[in-house]
């Protein structure tokens, strides 16, 4: 959302399934992976409980020392820091043009010794594999993953063999892909093991204090551990310099299970044993300042031809009203607020008192960040923090409730979540924190936008992604549905709900009049039938959830000046439809 009309359609590209399945004949050449062993098992390869004769022969095994002892042809590696899947580093490779973007080590190994070769990886048709043993080489692969999976083979050196290349490559044509924690367990060939060895698992692992939303988790230090990694039910949810941490973004009143691992530079242990936790029951999802369902709208500081409009004018449908937009400096990530005179305000004194009288009236006022054209960047400790300050310093001069995010141009979710604790533990439990992100950035979880909302579920309050200006987009049932229909508005919404947002925190954000946007209006009644087919399974086009979601928040507009250029037909519409929900 800007200041002019939003005009960037989205674009998604699909590898359809016989391009796939050729894909897969092609690749035939190469052996396939062994059958899968559990992941603690191949885990456990190099922990305390292996035999001592057996070492990781790799050395820089989790590319900590970045690409020292690597090869990465026509220079197609990088040692990065993020993602990672243990320690502080991992590869990224890129293939390009005929290249497949292949990185290998030459290891030190016994004659007529058996090997366990592994790697953690993610990324489209990733391969590892070992080449020169003197038997049989041997390879195995992933056709494509978002997170990431452990790959693992064995191979057997011949009587001659003293060295072995072992080796990570992509494939022609695919996006690039990354490795970490490479494993190459068997004899000491000579060359002797990584300088450092995979810690032991940690142990005691222990809850503490649960609330609705999160969970104290400690154990006891591993011996030569640089850092930890905390799954729930399996899935990596959070990393840990220390020997505890608070995982957050829970549900209330449900069950999980949690384990831990140690890593440092040789790699990652096996995970710990397991430890239950039920969260206590929460209070709906309410946040002490917004109804159950609002309705929000952005508010413009400018004059684009809508309706130029004061705060007081803006209709009372609205719950939350977004300032738009803050404005950036000169510093990385710190942001100000220059009222412009387009809007008519006689003093900046006026406009305060306008944000006070609706505040008064029971609405939340809040200041969004970014917009199509926005510039604030925040990715790294310093901005994160100038983010934090400057925006708690514009809640106290103007009396903002909150920060509305609407970054369009990039979002890095590390420093992002950072920037948004740290304003939370300022503003206190009361703040308003909304996300407007663009379609393509809730597709998947594995998005830099959803990373962010699940990373600061405990404090998030809605989640109104623009469901325009996309073009075609993908629904939660893998069918590709058009924008402008119920179905794109449920289908796409329902990404989010069984993406792991509470139905709380998730809205349906569309223009408030065909003026409002380059593409994407949809009728004021469709919107209505989008809210009753995820509330109360009617009004459905041909994708009807499996289930449905009463708490759901709302839905929001762009703007509330284009509403009132319509004669406010949208938020005269929408506004009961959404306060009259379950």
């Given at each position: ?191 002797g093991p990584d300088p450092v060895e995979i810690p032991p698992v ?123 937009f803050a404005d950036a400096t000169t510093t990385p990530g710190q ?151 119920v179905d794109f508005l449920t289908a796409l919404a329902c990404i ?87």
């Amino acid at each position: 959302m800007d200041r002019a009309r939003q005009g960037r359609p989205g674009v998604r590209r699909r590898i359809g399934a016989a391009i796939a399945v050729g894909a897969a004949a092609a690749l035939g050449v190469t052996a396939l992976a062994a059958p899968a062993q559990s992941a603690d098992a191949k885990a456990a390869v190099g922990t305390a409980s292996a035999k001592a004769a057996d070492v990781n022969v790799a050395k820089n095994a989790g590319f900590e020392a970045d690409l020292s002892n690597w090869t990465c042809a026509a220079n197609s590696g990088a040692a990065v820091t993020s993602p990672v899947h243990g320690g502080a580093k991992a590869l990224k490779a890129t293939p390009s043009g005929q290249g497949t973007a292949e990185c290998s080590q030459i290891v030190a190994v016994k004659p007529n010794s058996t090997y366990k070769l592994s790697s953690w990886v993610q990324g489209s048709y990733t391969y590892l594999g070992a080449r020169g043993t003197g038997t049989t080489d041997v390879s195995t692969w992933t056709p494509g993953t978002s997170s990431w999976q452990q790959l693992s083979t064995s191979f057997t050196t011949g009587a001659n063999t003293t060295s072995v290349t072992v080796y990570t490559h992509g494939w022609y044509g695919q996006s690039a892909y990354y490795v970490d924690d490479v494993s190459v367990f068997g004899p000491d060939g000579g060359g002797g093991p990584d300088p450092v060895e995979i810690p032991p698992v940690p142990a005691g692992l222990t809850a503490g204090t649960a609330t609705p939303t999160s969970v104290d988790l400690s154990w006891t230090p591993s011996n030569t551990a640089t850092g930890y990694t905390v799954y729930r039910d399996g899935t990596k949810v959070a990393s840990a310099s220390g020997a505890s941490t608070t995982v957050t973004g829970l549900t209330p009143e449900t069950t999980y299970s949690f384990q831990v691992s140690a890593s440092n530079a040789a790699g990652e242990s096996a995970k710990s044993s397991a430890v239950s936790v039920r969260t206590p029951k929460g209070d709906g999802g309410g946040d002490g300042t917004v109804p159950r369902h609002a309705v929000t709208g952005y508010w413009q500081n400018f004059n684009n031809g809508a309706t130029v409009q004061k705060l007081r004018d803006v209709s009372s449908q609205y719950d939350i009203i977004a300032v738009s937009f803050a404005d950036a400096t000169t510093t990385p990530g710190q942001i100000t607020f220059n009222l412009d005179p387009a809007v008519g305000y006689a003093s900046v004194a006026d406009f305060k008192a306008d944000i006070a009288a609706k505040k008064a009236a029971g609405k939340s006022v809040i200041l969004s960040v970014g917009g199509e054209k926005g510039t604030i960047s925040v990715n790294s400790d310093a901005s994160a923090t100038a983010f934090a300050n400057s925006a708690y310093a514009l809640m106290q001069e103007y009396g903002f409730n909150g920060v509305d995010i609407d970054l369009e141009n990039g979002l890095n979710p590390t420093y992002m979540t950072k920037a948004l604790r740290q304003l939370s533990a300022k503003a206190g439990p009361k703040m308003v924190l909304t996300m407007a992100p663009q379609t393509i950035d809730m597709q998947s979880t594995s998005g830099g936008y959803f990373q962010t909302a699940l990373n600061v579920k405990d404090i998030l309050t809605v989640v109104n992604m623009q469901y325009y200006n996309s073009g075609s987009m993908l629904g939660c049932d893998g069918k590709v549905y058009s924008q402008g229909s119920v179905d794109f508005l449920t289908a796409l919404a329902c990404i989010q709900l069984e993406g792991g947002l509470d139905p709380s925190q998730v809205g349906i954000g569309v223009p408030a009049s065909t003026r409002g946007a380059g593409s994407g209006y949809v009728a004021p009644s469709i919107v209505n039938n989008a809210l009753d087919c995820l509330t109360r399974g009617t009004g459905c086009g041909s994708f009807k959830p499996s289930k449905t979601y009463p708490s759901l928040r709302g839905a929001m507009t762009w703007s509330t000046n284009w509403d009132a250029t319509a004669g406010n037909a949208w938020s005269n519409a929408v506004g009961p439809k959404v306060h009259s929900l379950p």
